[in-house]
């Protein structure tokens, strides 16, 4: 069985050979678990850098809607004011036609 004249010492040597390889088994599945940790973990950070993305965009079109309303909006009540100022330029046309007395008043 044993060749060798110090057999306790081969089999100390066998021994540490698969000491060795089961500890060196062991460093790489720590390493490989680590590795599928880290992909993992990127893999959450990209998908939630998606989600954050996709919800930025909806609220960006949101505030883009908000935003041509609001333009609308703005142009409408601007229409009214240049309606409104006419309409007391003439009024005070009116009364400074009234006053010089270009325009006579029916009584």
């Known amino acids: 069985m ?43 950070a990209a998908y939630k850098y998606a989600c954050e993305l996709e919800e930025a965009r909806g609220r960006a079109d949101d505030l883009g809607r908000v935003a041509v309303r609001a333009v609308r909006h703005v142009a409408s009540l601007e229409a009214e004011v240049r309606h409104l100022r006419n309409a007391l330029q003439q009024r005070q046309d009116l009364i400074d036609g009234i006053k010089s007395g270009k325009i006579a008043v029916a009584r």
């Open 2 to 44: 044993f060749d060798s004249r110090n057999p306790a010492g081969v089999a100390a040597l066998q021994l540490g050979l698969i000491s060795t390889v089961i500890a060196t088994t062991m460093t790489d599945a720590l390493a490989a678990g680590f590795q599928a940790a880290d992909e993992r973990r990127e893999c959450r």
